[in-house]
């Protein structure tokens, strides 16, 4: 058996292993071996993989020796390759420990930079490079965040001993202390350090070393880690990469600099060079947000070297990954180096052009720009803006009080708050809150995610809250250096104002500007390249999309979201919309015979069929569900003194006899009493009255040239010979008026499916029944036993991750997403059931599973014809529509691929990457492992392995049935 290896080896242009995996490597060292294999100038290092994390977890925060051991060799052949020892006194290897999940959570896993500096190695830095600024600057740095970052201690008091620092030799700047002012720094920092911990600021480079190794593990168990995973409902990975990598330097002055950057605009989607640098300064400034960076275009005038062979890079890369890539680079000396590349975060609209692009510039396919799109995505397209015409032009101009950097589009309005644990106090108790910072940090997650809107008064586009917001689709402007922020007053002085905490501001961070006052939003405008790639979707997806509505204004929202016709119209909804249809329903309520109960449904009965018209105009030629009365009569009576006294006044009854007639309605469990199709069995004349309401409206329509569809639904069907009771007495009704009108109407009759006997007998339902509609939401409370009203007091113990305090019994919301391994099973068992004794039988689902994305990738699993869904849940499904159909296909071809072919799927994944050749062919030496050794192609060979969970999702459903628990 082959030892277990954690320790991977890259820099001279060679990389160690073939393993690009962002599970074991994390995406930060995935992407450093694959920029060294493809020729990118990347700085030597090593990456200590994500299993090693595992194993210092285990170990009780302690790294085992046999990993230990793999380090040491690895720090041995990093000093060999670059030559350099690391703390030595006269050229110290000086290199970078920095975290790298397998997906980004930027600002929330640890770094550390300039490791290797002490007393002795920061005077041989100064002397070799004859710059003795820069070397002490990158010493305070490292002491700062060493002492920060792996020791636990507070930032504030360094940071205030650098401010004093700067107003006691009256600069703004760091970049304008001198050598001797940083040298007095250093001293402070390390005086602060033994005050604080005992003892003097470690020396010993090597002690460093597992300093910062530690700390980075130790950091993805840090509140602000633990918080970001919880937001993003990341609950998958297994912990942090380690990276440590030789330091290269942009802070030696201003031939060096260093920058953040995207291949393209993360915000519009726009095919243009994108971010923000820094001249003279490391990393960590730009990220942090604690200088306003200059636009990258400015490096073309500065370094002009460097920023051409970066613009080559941008096009490399996107080449290589067919994705737009998130950089960060450094400069030294005009020298570029690459640290990192990873797939960027981007708003929603910016997704959907970057997409579209891709495939009309062939760098991907239609499939895989629809499967790259997410359903948050989606819903992003519909943030809104700011209602310009309902403010006023001038109105606008007036309220202005501010502009800083559009970091993130869209616009919010709330109150403001001044640190992140208000705005989470605050939003809790529902009211819109927006969060003002200087700069936000990594330990404002939790704020930042609670707010509106987030405002900083510097940082760039690539700073942490712009960043974090981005991946949010969370407005946000940062760099707005107008504000004066005092955070222990909570005030912020503005534009000859003051605004206190709980203020009213808006954001537009399309432009970058705050107003004064809560302005009034719009929902913008869908961009053309959303409604490409829909289309795309619609191409490919073999599953229907309807909506559920109720109203012909709803209907017709729905159509314009891509909807093909109506899976659920709910009758009832309609008997609230106005005073007279309320009073004409209680009067049918209250009652005492048929006569009396007959003349109250002759009054609802134009209603609900101009209703009815309405919608099948909506419509014209879509198919139209319309489901017969389903809630209990108790919720329809009056609530109040008035609303007795009125129903009264119109029925002639006694305020007490209708009180005493609204208590023989009370029912100790409503949802499982007198409702749905048990209200026709008992009042048959309900059943006349809808029938004909919808038959006649049908009939109506097609004598005016609309073409119409009707499917009568009765709900909660538990037997056969019940259901035929009522579709008997329905095709009577709407036979008659059909016949009488000399129509020639098509018309359907079916049942939901949502008590689990009718799943168990849908053999028998279904040989009267046209048509089966899943009601999902009540067939998901009657299997689990579970109140859809109730659970929220206990269902987070079920669905939080052991982590988060819960018990991690559900993967998801049983109520947001289909419990596929049981409800899921009822589903599909009357699906079968029902197709088994009727052929071709319609199936479709109603509740609001079916605008979830797994949820409806089931729904296309087990063979429905339709999924419905609120009306702006419409386009997700119409994407998971098509993602389904494209996952089905890629796990049917994996799976069809017999062993013997297995290496040759291997070679495809290499053959994606023919730029990743170049190093070996510069290189005959790094030829002959490849060329000699199978063992070499043995990772390669292993890589279909890790497909097998893909290739046996159509067989194997029961696992990803378990997921959705």
Same mark, same amino acid.
Not at 350 to 372: H, Q
């Given at each position: 058996?082959?030892?277990?290896?954690?320790?991977?080896?890259?820099?001279?242009?060679?990389?160690?292993?073939?393993?690009?995996?962002?599970?074991?490597?994390?995406?930060?060292?995935?992407?450093?071996?694959?920029?060294?294999?493809?020729?990118?100038?990347?700085?030597?290092?090593?990456?200590?993989?994500?299993?090693?994390?595992?194993?210092?977890?285990?170990?009780?925060?302690?790294?085992?020796?046999?990993?230990?051991?793999?380090?040491?060799?690895?720090?041995?052949?990093?000093?060999?390759?670059?030559?350099?020892?690391?703390?030595?006194?006269?050229?110290?290897?000086?290199?970078?420990?920095?975290?790298?999940?397998?997906?980004?959570?930027?600002?929330?896993?640890?770094?550390?930079?300039?490791?290797?500096?002490?007393?002795?190695?920061?005077?041989?830095?100064?002397?070799?490079?004859?710059?003795?600024?820069?070397?002490?600057?990158?010493?305070?740095?490292?002491?700062?965040?060493?002492?920060?970052?792996?020791?636990?201690?507070?930032?504030?008091?360094?940071?205030?001993?650098?401010?004093?620092?700067?107003?006691?030799?009256?600069?703004?700047?760091?970049?304008?202390?001198?050598?001797?002012?940083?040298?007095?720094?250093?001293?402070?920092?390390?005086?602060?350090?033994?005050?604080?911990?005992?003892?003097?600021?470690?020396?010993?480079?090597?002690?460093?070393?597992?300093?910062?190794?530690?700390?980075?593990?130790?950091?993805?168990?840090?509140?602000?880690?633990?918080?970001?995973?919880?937001?993003?409902?990341?609950?998958?990975?297994?912990?942090?990469?380690?990276?440590?990598?030789?330091?290269?330097?942009?802070?030696?002055?201003?031939?060096?600099?260093?920058?953040?950057?995207?291949?393209?605009?993360?915000?519009?989607?726009?095919?243009?060079?994108?971010?923000?640098?820094?001249?003279?300064?490391?990393?960590?400034?730009?990220?942090?947000?604690?200088?306003?960076?200059?636009?990258?275009?400015?490096?073309?005038?500065?370094?002009?070297?460097?920023?051409?062979?970066?613009?080559?890079?941008?096009?490399?890369?996107?080449?290589?990954?067919?994705?737009?890539?998130?950089?960060?680079?450094?400069? %030294?000396?005009?020298?570029?180096?690459?640290?990192?590349?990873?797939?960027?975060?981007?708003?929603?609209?910016?997704?959907?052009?970057?997409?579209?692009?891709?495939?009309?510039?062939?760098?991907?396919?239609?499939?895989?720009?629809?499967?790259?799109?997410?359903?948050?995505?989606?819903?992003?397209?519909?943030?809104?803006?700011?209602?310009?015409?309902?403010?006023?032009?001038?109105?606008?101009?007036?309220?202005?009080?501010?502009?800083?950097?559009?970091?993130?589009?869209?616009?919010?309005?709330?109150?403001?708050?001044?640190?992140?644990?208000?705005?989470?106090?605050?939003?809790?108790?529902?009211?819109?809150?927006?969060?003002?910072?200087? %700069?936000?940090?990594?330990?404002?997650?939790?704020?930042?995610?609670?707010?509106?809107?987030?405002?900083?008064?510097?940082?760039?586009?690539?700073?942490?809250?712009?960043?974090?917001?981005?991946?949010?689709?969370?407005?946000?402007?940062?760099?707005?250096?107008?504000?004066?922020?005092?955070?222990?007053?909570?005030?912020?002085?503005?534009?000859?104002?003051?605004?206190?905490?709980?203020?009213?501001?808006?954001?537009?961070?399309?432009?970058?500007?705050?107003?004064?006052?809560?302005?009034?939003?719009?929902?913008?405008?869908?961009?053309?390249?959303?409604?490409?790639?829909?289309?795309?979707?619609?191409?490919?997806?073999?599953?229907?999309?309807?909506?559920?509505?109720?109203?012909?204004?709803?209907?017709?929202?729905?159509?314009?979201?891509?909807?093909?016709?109506?899976?659920?119209?709910?009758?009832?909804?309609?008997?609230?919309?106005?005073?007279?249809?309320?009073?004409?329903?209680?009067?049918?309520?209250?009652?005492?015979?048929?006569?009396?109960?007959?003349?109250?449904?002759?009054?609802?009965?134009?209603?609900?069929?101009?209703?009815?018209?309405?919608?099948?105009?909506?419509?014209?030629?879509?198919?139209?569900?319309?489901?017969?009365?389903?809630?209990?009569?108790?919720?329809?009576?009056?609530?109040?003194?008035?609303?007795?006294?009125?129903?009264?006044?119109?029925?002639?009854?006694?305020?007490?006899?209708?009180?005493?007639?609204?208590?023989?309605?009370?029912?100790?469990?409503?949802?499982?009493?007198?409702?749905?199709?048990?209200?026709?069995?008992?009042?048959?004349?309900?059943?006349?009255?809808?029938?004909?309401?919808?038959?006649?409206?049908?009939?109506?329509?097609?004598?005016?040239?609309?073409?119409?569809?009707?499917?009568?639904?009765?709900?909660?069907?538990?037997?056969?010979?019940?259901?035929?009771?009522?579709?008997?007495?329905?095709?009577?009704?709407?036979?008659?008026?059909?016949?009488?009108?000399?129509?020639?109407l098509a018309y359907m009759m079916g049942t939901m499916i949502e008590i689990p006997r009718a799943a168990l007998l849908a053999d028998e339902v279904a040989e009267v029944a046209e048509f089966f509609s899943c009601g999902t939401n009540?067939?998901?409370?009657?299997?689990?036993?579970?109140?859809?009203?109730?659970?929220?007091?206990?269902?987070?113990?079920?669905?939080?991750?052991?982590?988060?305090?819960?018990?991690?019994?559900?993967?998801?919301?049983?109520?947001?997403?289909?419990?596929?391994?049981?409800?899921?099973?009822?589903?599909?068992?009357?699906?079968?059931?029902?197709?088994?004794?009727?052929?071709?039988?319609?199936?479709?689902?109603?509740?609001?599973?079916?605008?979830?994305?797994?949820?409806?990738?089931?729904?296309?699993?087990?063979?429905?014809?339709?999924?419905?869904?609120?009306?702006?849940?419409?386009?997700?499904?119409?994407?998971?529509?098509?993602?389904?159909?494209?996952?089905?296909?890629?796990?049917?071809?994996?799976?069809?691929?017999?062993?013997?072919?297995?290496?040759?799927?291997?070679?495809?994944?290499?053959?994606?990457?023919?730029?990743?050749?170049?190093?070996?062919?510069?290189?005959?030496?790094?030829?002959?492992?490849?060329?000699?050794?199978?063992?070499?192609?043995?990772?390669?060979?292993?890589?279909?392995?890790?497909?097998?969970?893909?290739?046996?999702?159509?067989?194997?459903?029961?696992?990803?049935?378990?997921?959705?628990?």
């Open positions: 058996m082959a030892k277990a290896k954690f320790v991977y080896q890259f820099g001279g242009g060679v990389a160690e292993t073939d393993v690009t995996s962002k599970d074991i490597l994390g995406g930060k060292g995935s992407g450093l071996m694959e920029m060294t294999k493809i020729g990118l100038p990347v700085p030597a290092g090593f990456t200590i993989g994500i299993p090693a994390c595992e194993e210092y977890y285990k170990a009780g925060r302690k790294l085992p020796k046999n990993i230990v051991d793999e380090v040491k060799v690895a720090l041995a052949k990093l000093e060999k390759t670059t030559g350099k020892k690391l703390g030595d006194s006269k050229d110290p290897l000086l290199v970078s420990v920095r975290s790298g999940a397998a997906r980004s959570m930027p600002g929330m896993l640890e770094t550390i930079l300039n490791l290797g500096l002490n007393d002795k190695s920061v005077e041989g830095l100064a002397a070799k490079t004859g710059n003795p600024r820069f070397a002490y600057d990158s010493y305070r740095r490292f002491i700062q965040m060493y002492s920060t970052t792996a020791m636990g201690l507070s930032k504030e008091p360094m940071e205030e001993m650098l401010s004093d620092m700067k107003k006691k030799v009256g600069v703004k700047n760091d970049t304008e202390l001198s050598a001797d002012n940083l040298k007095v720094l250093c001293e402070e920092f390390k005086a602060f350090y033994k005050t604080k911990k005992g003892q003097a600021f470690p020396q010993d480079p090597v002690e460093q070393l597992w300093g910062a190794i530690d700390a980075v593990f130790d950091s993805w168990e840090a509140d602000k880690s633990v918080t970001y995973r919880r937001v993003e409902k990341i609950s998958d990975l297994k912990g942090t990469a380690v990276n440590v990598v030789q330091m290269v330097f942009g802070n030696k002055g201003d031939s060096s600099g260093t920058g953040v950057c995207f291949t393209r605009d993360p915000n519009s989607g726009e095919n243009v060079f994108y971010g923000d640098c820094l001249i003279n300064a490391q990393g960590e400034d730009v990220v942090a947000g604690i200088r306003t960076p200059m636009k990258l275009i400015e490096l073309e005038t500065r370094l002009p070297k460097a920023y051409k062979q970066l613009c080559q890079v941008r096009k490399t890369l996107e080449k290589n990954f067919k994705e737009m890539q998130d950089l960060e680079f450094t400069i %030294e000396d005009e020298k570029l180096y690459m640290l990192q590349c990873r797939t960027g975060k981007r708003l929603p609209a910016a997704a959907f052009k970057i997409a579209v692009d891709m495939v009309n510039e062939k760098l991907i396919t239609k499939e895989e720009a629809i499967a790259r799109i997410t359903p948050e995505q989606i819903e992003g397209v519909f943030y809104p803006i700011i209602d310009v015409a309902t403010v006023g032009a001038a109105k606008l101009k007036e309220l202005k009080i501010a502009t800083g950097i559009d970091a993130v589009p869209g616009s919010a309005t709330g109150k403001l708050c001044f640190t992140a644990a208000e705005t989470e106090a605050r939003a809790a108790k529902g009211e819109k809150v927006i969060l003002l910072r200087k %700069e936000t940090s990594p330990e404002d997650v939790g704020g930042m995610h609670a707010a509106q809107g987030i405002l900083t008064a510097t940082g760039g586009k690539t700073s942490h809250a712009a960043v974090v917001a981005r991946g949010w689709g969370k407005c946000c402007i940062v760099g707005c250096e107008a504000l004066d922020i005092d955070e222990k007053a909570k005030t912020l002085k503005v534009g000859g104002k003051i605004l206190r905490e709980g203020d009213e501001v808006t954001l537009n961070g399309t432009t970058g500007e705050v107003f004064l006052t809560s302005l009034p939003l719009k929902k913008p405008e869908q961009t053309k390249e959303y409604k490409t790639l829909l289309g795309w979707c619609d191409e490919i997806r073999t599953l229907k999309v309807r909506t559920n509505a109720d109203t012909p204004y709803d209907a017709q929202k729905a159509v314009e979201l891509g909807a093909e016709g109506i899976g659920l119209c709910r009758t009832e909804h309609m008997f609230f919309d106005t005073e007279e249809r309320r009073l004409a329903i209680q009067e049918m309520i209250v009652a005492e015979n048929v006569e009396t109960r007959k003349k109250a449904l002759a009054k609802l009965l134009p209603f609900q069929q101009a209703d009815f018209e309405g919608i099948f105009k909506a419509m014209d030629g879509k198919p139209v569900t319309i489901r017969l009365i389903d809630p209990p009569l108790h919720e329809f009576t009056p609530k109040d003194d008035a609303g007795v006294n009125k129903l009264a006044k119109v029925t002639g009854l006694s305020p007490d006899k209708i009180r005493q007639r609204c208590d023989q309605l009370h029912e100790s469990n409503p949802m499982l009493g007198h409702r749905g199709c048990r209200l026709c069995i008992t009042f048959p004349e309900i059943l006349d009255m809808q029938v004909t309401a919808i038959i006649q409206a049908a009939v109506n329509m097609e004598k005016k040239g609309i073409k119409v569809l009707p499917e009568i639904m009765i709900p909660l069907t538990i037997d056969k010979k019940e259901l035929k009771i009522l579709v008997d007495q329905g095709r009577g009704i709407a036979d008659a008026i059909i016949k009488k009108a000399g129509s020639k009540d067939l998901t409370q009657m299997t689990l036993g579970l109140s859809r009203d109730d659970a929220g007091r206990f269902l987070p113990d079920y669905v939080m991750s052991e982590k988060d305090g819960g018990k991690a019994i559900f993967a998801q919301d049983p109520f947001v997403s289909l419990d596929q391994s049981g409800v899921g099973q009822l589903v599909k068992m009357a699906i079968e059931k029902g197709r088994s004794t009727r052929k071709g039988l319609k199936v479709g689902i109603c509740g609001e599973h079916g605008g979830e994305s797994r949820s409806v990738k089931f729904c296309h699993s087990v063979g429905m014809n339709y999924v419905s869904c609120s009306p702006y849940r419409v386009p997700i499904a119409r994407l998971a529509a098509a993602q389904a159909v494209i996952e089905a296909k890629a796990a049917a071809k994996a799976a069809a691929k017999p062993a013997a072919k297995k290496p040759a799927v291997a070679k495809q994944v290499v053959a994606k990457k023919p730029v990743a050749k170049k190093p070996v062919a510069k290189k005959p030496v790094a030829k002959k492992p490849v060329a000699k050794k199978p063992v070499a192609k043995k990772p390669v060979a292993k890589k279909p392995v890790a497909k097998k969970p893909v290739a046996k999702k159509p067989v194997a459903k029961k696992p990803v049935a378990k997921k959705a628990k």
